[in-house]
């Protein structure tokens, strides 16, 4: 809930809850549909607050391979925030200098994505990107790298 209300006000355009391997909360269906009209509200809330002229969308839990799937036909690029090795810095990514880009940004659960994960996300063409060498709790990495990739255009 501290993404969707401060992502909001920092300025993205959509969220979704994504299961992972590594998921501590598992949100049965039946509570779902209750959570998302919670969790709408909250963006609704947020982007009042802030002034935005437009409230983000809010989707449901969705699995990875299908936010991969239909990652490829909507955005410019995808980045997975990942803490192993191997990761560029976030800064260095070729849509943040580009005003116009659809970047899906892809911020993994409180213990981080799996090697499969990552694997999986680089094989649809997402790049594994870091924040630095501090590891930060999920709701501060995702507020945090929505941060650093919009600042240059406001």
Known sequence: EEVLQ???????????AIRAERSVVDLPADRAADRLVRWRAIVKGAAEQSGRGSVPEVRGPASLPAVLNEAR?????????????????????????DSGARILLLVGP?????????DQAILAGAALVSLGPRILRTETAAVYAISRLLYPFE
Not at 75 to 92: E, I, K, R
């Open 73 to 97: 036909d909507s955005f410019d690029q995808v980045l997975l925030l990942h803490t192993d090795g191997g990761a560029g810095a976030l800064s260095d990514s070729e849509s943040a200098r």
């Open 110 to 118: 409180e213990g981080g994505w799996s090697r499969a994960e990552a």
């Open 6 to 16: 401060h992502g909001t006000e920092a300025g993205a355009a959509a969220f979704c």
